[in-house]
């Protein structure tokens, strides 16, 4: 269906070429999972199947790119658009009209189908997509899983052989995310699409995928059997952790799979118990967040409602909750980004109501890195970037730099902020913002895009910080980064606290927000791979 | 849940209509119209906004507003060459030398030149409220359905542009707030040039992404011919266009002459045409329930048609009150372009309810 024949693609002044002869061959109705780290040439790979790579990015390609026969030099990617339907990690800024129904059928009227075979497949594709109650919907009023699952339908209504899509799933939260990956499903076994998905988060697609193709530093390895290549890979899920640990074989790539062998394991496990996230380092007494009373409205919407908290000091909390819940409305009220419509926060030794107090002294109680990190940077250089920050909060000139080789080392000072990989804007972001020195750090949806190794790094500075005292609180949809690092996990919905407990406690009973490795190891609660280990170190 | 669709308007009946009534306000400086203009917007606009589209009508009237404001202080700190005998108050002149004397700093502000001021801006603000509710009646986007192939370029850079604009104020809010989080209040001369980098870059690439989107979901396919034809087709169109424009000038605007308008805009209007014709041949782009032209239409396009012939006849034969004096008295009123103007309102009520939002 699709063919690489020797393709290198090299961008305009990029020291090395971003694809290295790529030549290989995938055939028709498969899920073809790509995987590799971050910068690696996955989106490149990826946009060279429509022909965005090189008509649209500019930069050379050199050798074949053919699709269902056609080949992409020749063919420009709006001819391509029968073929080949190109889905972006971030659906709203690909949306050409403002409702549901017109957007599926945009395609079609594109490419001059007849007004009654479009009527026939719009409805088609919305019964199969499960959008129908959504049909007479503006775009911009969906969850982020409603707009997902309408970008690929839109794409889907126009009958391409082939769905390419770029992370789709980073920006959802777990059930929205097995929605998508269900309609992709469907459409890849009954109507025999081929589709090429990328993505990071790996334990949620490895076991829905046909193939996997490893990709690291511009190589692309030949078409691979997902356990195959698990075995291989740098960057595997947890369950596949799990496995290597064990030695299981052939690699399980299912939580079903896996909890099938995993009998022994639970038995050898048998009573050691699971050193408590919270014994890991000492969680004082004192609150250094509390909110009384937190009561948020947009417009005439009520986000947040009557949300009281308490957050003891050095403590790691996460808020979990669907798209929407509020979570990112309740970190913006704590770090007084919006206003309250009634109720109170105290943040701090002092007792500082961030809401009544400037925003240069605000800095040093609390500390946010938005879920876009990139709108905390200005300059036009990393090191001016930090000279900045350092004169932002009054720190001792060289303090963000200091910080950010602390978070990640190896940054260019000479970069561009916006050329940095996303996990190195997030350490950027992150240092500039520990400058002030916060004595409460708020974190939005830290792993958008963030592969695992940039992941375990966060993990790792954000323990540190809480052990140093500094009390983190972040809002995330990854269980496997809550499974790490909380101490406490609160569950949002509609506004309001569902849930407040343990991290244990809480992950282990929720069907959704579960992280693998509990999954496998149920009715038993390890939360992590290392856990385990450190379980199975202890009884040899 | 099942729904009726709810049947739209055809958007070129909503924009037709809200060009005329901007063509009538354009026509006239008398203020009692204007504001009825205006009004007539409001209440048109809430009682048949989509809600599925955001509404853009109050952002439009801030605008306006904000013009308002703008050439009340300048005339009063600059003048306007209106000389009048009523002082209002008298500002410190600040004395300029020789070869600046025809500038004005200061000094003596009057009634009469602060009214003709208002008059004026006025006028641009009513104008302004007509395309904001044309905007809010019938999104630009469902307008651009219909724009022939033939205007591919055009096209693609009116949707990303279309984003671009109201993006770049939430980009701009959202750049501030993250500034208030490294400590800085966003607001002061140094902190705007500092955050219109990162807005303006914002904005770009989500542009860039848009006109991807485009590109890859196949817009513009549909026109297969060579490049240079396409290129001579969109050519002749603008020329058309730009025709139509000035023809359309010359009419409107007494001062230039209007028997020179005419001729300019037959020879724009087939000049366009023929361009659109030769483009739609081609044109392979089909439609998915697209709106019909219903007798609905046709009385909103009508309803907009009446005021502008009503006040371009007006302003033609120097009707009294069309244009009023600067006194400092009562405007008299031309009721017939009272009514006129009130019959822009019959579409709030006859046309079809647009699609409730759903809860």
């Given amino acids: ?100 129904e017109d957007e599926v059928a945009y395609g079609m009227e594109t490419m001059g189908l007849d007004p009654t075979t479009i009527r026939r497949r719009v409805e088609e594709t919305l019964d199969l997509f499960g959008l129908t109650p959504l049909r007479g919907q503006s775009l911009r009023a969906l969850s982020g899983g409603q707009q997902q699952r309408v970008a690929i339908a839109a794409l889907f209504a126009a009958g391409p052989r082939v769905l390419v899509l770029d992370e789709p ?23 025999g699409v081929t589709v090429v998905l990328a993505e990071h988060r790996l334990e949620r697609v490895v076991h829905h995928a046909d193939r996997v193709l490893l990709v690291d530093d511009g190589h692309v390895s030949e078409l691979l059997e997902p356990a195959d290549a698990m075995l291989r890979s740098q960057i595997y899920p947890p369950v596949v952790g799990l496995s290597r640990l064990v030695g299981w074989s052939p690699t399980p790539l299912s939580i079903r799979d896996a909890r099938r062998r995993a009998a022994s394991l639970r038995d050898a496990l048998g009573a050691s118990t699971p050193m408590a996230a919270a014994g890991r380092r000492l969680v004082g007494r004192e609150q250094s967040v509390v909110l009384d009373g937190v009561r948020v409205s947009r417009g005439h919407r009520t986000v947040i409602d009557a949300i009281d908290l308490t957050v003891s000091r050095g403590s790691v909390t996460t808020l979990m909750g669907r798209n929407g819940a509020g979570k990112s409305t309740l970190l913006g009220a704590i770090a007084a980004q919006h206003r309250l419509a009634a109720g109170r926060v105290r943040l701090g030794a002092a007792a500082t109501d961030p809401h009544a107090t400037p925003a240069r002294e605000r800095v040093r109680t609390v500390g946010l890195v938005p879920q876009q990190p990139e709108l905390l940077l200005y300059a036009d250089t990393v090191a001016a970037e930090c000279a900045a920050a350092d004169a932002d909060f009054g720190a001792a000139s060289g303090t963000c730099r200091a910080l950010l080789d602390r978070i990640s080392g190896g940054i260019d000072p000479g970069t561009h902020p916006r050329d940095l990989s996303e996990g190195q804007r997030l350490a950027l972001a992150l240092a500039v913002i520990l400058s002030g020195s916060p004595e409460v750090l708020l974190l939005d949806e830290p792993t958008r895009g963030l592969d695992y190794g940039a992941k ?61 490795v509990t999954k496998v190891l149920l009715p038993q609660t390890w939360l992590t791979v290392a856990e385990v280990a450190g379980a199975l170190a202890r009884i040899a | 849940m099942a729904q009726q669709r709810a049947r739209l308007q055809h958007p070129a009946a909503w924009w037709l209509w809200g060009l005329g009534l901007a063509t009538a306000a354009s026509r006239t400086t008398n203020p009692v119209v204007l504001l009825l203009v205006v009004g007539v917007c409001v209440v048109v606009v809430s009682e048949r906004h989509d809600p599925a589209t955001p509404n853009p009508l109050p952002a439009f009237l801030v605008i306006g507003g904000a013009v308002l404001a703008f050439r009340l202080v300048m005339t009063a700190v600059l003048g306007n060459g209106i000389v009048g005998d009523t002082v209002v108050v008298t500002l410190p002149r600040v004395p300029l030398p020789e070869w600046a004397a025809n500038v004005r700093l200061g000094g003596a502000v009057t009634l009469e030149a602060l009214l003709y001021a208002a008059y004026d801006a006025l006028r641009l603000a009513a104008i302004l409220a007509c395309l904001g509710a044309a905007n809010a009646l019938a999104s630009p986007r469902r307008l651009l359905r219909y724009l022939p192939s033939t205007l591919y370029d055009v096209g693609t ?55 991807a989107s485009m590109e890859s979901r196949g817009y513009g396919r549909a026109v297969r011919t060579s490049t240079s034809s396409r290129r001579a087709a969109t050519g002749l169109a603008l020329a058309g266009l730009v025709g139509v424009l000035a023809g359309l000038y010359g009419l409107l605007d007494a001062s230039a002459g209007g028997l020179l308008g005419l001729p300019v805009l037959v020879l724009g209007a087939v000049l366009a045409g023929s361009s659109l014709l030769v483009g739609a041949s081609r044109d392979t782009r089909s439609g998915h329930r697209r709106d019909r032209w219903a007798w609905t239409e046709t009385v909103t396009a009508a309803a907009g048609a009446v005021p502008a012939t009503v006040l371009v006849v007006a302003s033609v034969q120097g009707w009294d009150g069309v244009v009023p004096s600067q006194r400092a008295e009562l405007p008299a009123l031309p009721l017939l372009a009272v009514v006129a103007v009130l019959v822009a309102t019959i579409p709030a009520w006859v046309t079809p309810r647009p699609r409730e939002a759903l809860s």
């Fill in chain 2, 157 to 211: 850079a009116v949707v990303v542009g279309l984003t671009f604009a109201p993006q770049l104020l939430s980009d701009a809010r959202d750049v501030r707030a993250a500034r208030t989080l490294r400590g800085r209040d966003g607001r002061g001369l140094r902190e705007t040039a500092r955050l219109t980098v990162p807005v303006l870059e914002t904005a770009f690439e989500r542009s860039l992404g848009l006109a």
């Fill in chain 1, 1 to 100: 269906m699709i063919t690489f024949d020797h393709v290198s693609v090299r961008y305009a002044d990029a020291p090395s070429p971003s694809l290295h002869d790529v030549t290989l061959e995938i055939p028709e109705g498969e899920l073809v999972l790509v995987v590799g780290p971050t910068g690696s040439g996955k989106s490149t790979l990826l946009r060279t199947v429509n022909g965005l790579v090189p008509h649209f990015s500019g930069g050379t390609l050199t050798g074949r790119v053919t699709v269902d026969g056609l080949d992409t030099a020749e063919h420009r990617p709006r001819d391509l658009a029968t073929v080949v339907g190109l889905v972006e990690q971030n659906p709203t800024s690909t949306f050409v009209t403002d409702v549901v």
């Fill in chain 1, 169 to 191: 799933t980073s920006a959802l939260d777990p059930v929205a995310a097995e929605e998508v990956l269900a309609s992709l499903h469907r459409i890849v076994h009954d109507l």
């Fill in chain 1, 456 to 516: 375990k790094r966060l993990g790792e500075v954000l323990t540190g910080l809480a052990a140093g005292g500094t009390t983190v609180v972040l809002a995330t949809h990854d269980v496997e980064l809550a499974a790490e690092i909380a101490d406490r996990v609160v569950i949002l919905a509609d506004g309001e606290v569902v849930t407040d407990g343990p991290a244990r406690e809480v992950l282990a009973s929720s069907p959704a927000f579960a992280p693998q």
